[in-house]
């Protein structure tokens, strides 16, 4: 059984910082490209952050450049979202996700990935 669990979430000021983890079990870790999503109330998913099988590669949206660093260890089967400088319209649920078919189809909008977690709340106070 594939599990994705977050944690790190919390409430932090704004330009606070804040690192997320993703720990994957039940898959090959290193074959899947995995993602940082989140979701604020009333809007859609967003992308925020994705990485190739690898490493080697990263995406980020253009409004997480900069203050956001996304990694991963595949020894330890889990991937990392470092958020710096947060602001309050960072607050909303964040979650990772995996897709063996690679980073490009995180990046597709909508897209249906095979594995998801729960998600983290992440709260930035004014």
């Known amino acids: 059984q594939v599990q994705l669990v977050e944690s790190g979430g919390g409430l932090v000021q704004s330009g606070g910082s804040l690192r997320l983890s993703c720990a994957a079990s039940?898959?090959?870790?290193?074959?899947?490209?995995m993602g940082w999503y989140r979701q604020a109330p009333g809007k859609e998913r967003e992308l925020v952050a994705a990485i190739s099988r690898g490493g080697s590669t990263a995406y980020y949206a253009d409004s997480m450049k900069g203050r956001f660093m996304i990694s991963r260890d595949n020894a330890q089967n889990t991937v990392y979202l470092q958020m710096n400088s947060l602001k309050p319209e960072d607050t909303a649920v964040y979650y990772c996700?995996?897709?063996?078919?690679?980073?490009?189809?995180?990046?597709?909008?909508?897209?249906?990935?095979?594995?998801r977690g729960q998600g983290t709340q992440v709260t930035v106070s004014s």
């Open positions: 039940g898959l090959t870790f290193g074959n899947y490209a």
């Open positions: 996700a995996a897709d063996a078919r690679g980073l490009d189809y995180l990046r597709i909008p909508g897209v249906d990935f095979p594995y």
